[in-house]
């Protein structure tokens, strides 16, 4: 956004992700304070001033929470009305959740074989931790399979069900597609609702920064430097899988698949990056997501409108390496030995049980206890997992956010669609 001064000259506002930018490090730094100063241990800091930023956190993320159900419905809807063919809705899905499973495996494959290398649960001395969590078993592929249609659609809305929205939502698409012109003033309804829902994005984006601080400064004055010593290793080892998914992983896919400059791809990708990484949810960085693919990126607004939510959900690659990395860890702190077969299963249960994770904080978290004891593995590890799982969180929701944008844009150019000119117009400016 450009704005004029008083002597006519344009005054460049500064970008939103440069906000966040500055927002992230200057929460870091008064945490930080605040934990020096005493942290929770400090009555008027644990009484008066961390609830205050808590509030405005918390405020953040519902904001957010209450504008994703209706996006991703009226868009989801909107974009299998603006594909037009049902043949083409169906190419189009097909490759999405290929894809998705595709790299999912490849992501938890990554998350196993350096934990293999690092061994990040090897010379650990770990005591003995209760948790209070209820252990459930895991639905076999079957039961996961109907669990995604929903036998309630109107309680799928309410409760935030994505995977059940997204496949009702796809059913209403469908339905409306095979009325014909019959339908079309509820086709300019739905369109006119779904542009409605990025009006109320853009009131919301305003505030990111404070809730990005906000939520910072809350982690580090409850944990402190010190949450990162005893289990550094386990820390680094999640922070390099899904780093060398990002850097390497993505960027041969952008450049065989998509025929893109990665380089340009990062540039483009750095805000949404960015949000996903202070928040721990990709639902905060799907808007804007949602506007960088169209507008920066060269994907067209239909296929952008039907990956990027679908990927908010089903994609996540950055929690499939965390799956692998913490159940070798739990492994490791017990001289547990998991053969190969085990490991092959392990990212097979990993990659299925993705697709179904709800992009939310802490989701990952659940999970992988649940895999924990299905393999038979104990559970002491656990508390130390949950010590920090805020931390590593924000790697993993990054790399699964800027997934789910190289998705929509290798599936844009195998579908012959993806604009080139759009995506290399800011270097062809810069040139110019």
């Keep these: ?55 405005i956190g918390d405020l953040f993320i519902k904001l957010i929470k209450m504008i994703v159900v209706p996006l991703v419905f009226f868009c989801i809807i909107d974009a299998a009305l603006s594909l037009g063919d049902i043949k083409k809705l169906r190419s189009i899905g097909v490759k999405t959740i290929i894809w998705f499973l595709a790299t999912g495996g490849i992501s938890a494959t990554i998350g196993l074989i350096l934990a293999n290398i690092i061994k990040p649960g090897r010379g650990l001395q770990l005591g003995t931790a209760e948790t209070a969590m209820e252990v459930k078993e895991l639905p076999g592929i079957y039961q996961t399979l109907l669990d995604l249609i929903p036998s309630n659609p ?8 994505m995977m059940q929205i997204i496949v009702f939502s796809l059913f209403l698409g469908f339905a409306i597609i095979s009325i014909g012109k019959e339908a079309q003033q509820l086709c300019d309804i739905i369109s ?16 990111i920064p404070y809730g990005v601080f906000s939520l910072m400064t809350v982690a580090l004055a409850k944990y402190g430097v010190a949450i990162f010593g005893p289990v550094l290793k386990f820390i680094l080892t999640d922070y390099l899988a899904c780093i ?61 409108s039907f990956v990027l939510p679908l990927g908010c959900t089903a994609q996540m690659n950055g ?86 944008l190289v998705a929509s844009v290798c599936i844009s150019q195998m579908e012959g669609e993806l604009d080139h000119e759009i995506f290399n117009q800011e270097e062809a400016k810069k040139a110019a």
């Design 1 to 55: 956004m450009v704005e004029k001064t008083k002597n006519g000259a344009e005054k460049k506002e500064t970008p939103l992700y440069v906000k966040i930018f500055i927002a992230l490090f200057a929460g870091i730094a008064f945490g930080y304070v605040l934990n020096f100063m005493g942290g929770v241990e400090n009555e008027i800091i644990n009484g008066y001033v961390l609830p205050f930023f808590q509030f």
């Design 154 to 161: 109107f309680q799928a809305l309410t409760s935030g069900e």
């Design 192 to 207: 006119l609702c779904s542009r409605t829902m990025f009006k109320v994005i853009d009131m919301i984006l305003g505030i």
């Design 244 to 304: 060398t998914m990002s850097i390497v992983g993505y960027s041969i896919f952008l450049s065989v698949i998509g025929k893109v400059n990665p380089m340009k791809f990062w540039r483009k990708a750095f805000e949404p990056w960015m949000i996903a990484f202070s928040t721990c949810t990709s639902s905060a960085a799907l808007p804007v997501s949602m506007e960088v693919a169209p507008k920066k990126m060269g994907v067209p607004r239909d296929i952008a």
């Design 319 to 404: 929690t499939c390496a965390y799956f692998g990395i913490v159940v070798l860890f739990a492994a490791q702190l017990y001289g547990v030995e998991l053969s190969i077969q085990q490991q092959i299963m392990l990212v097979v249960q990993a990659t299925f049980l993705s697709v179904g994770c709800a992009a939310t904080p802490q989701i990952g978290l659940v999970i992988s206890l649940t895999l924990m004891t299905q393999m038979g593995l104990p559970l002491d590890a656990y508390a130390l997992v949950a010590g920090i799982y805020r931390i590593i969180d924000q790697i993993h929701t990054s790399t699964n956010s800027v997934g789910d």
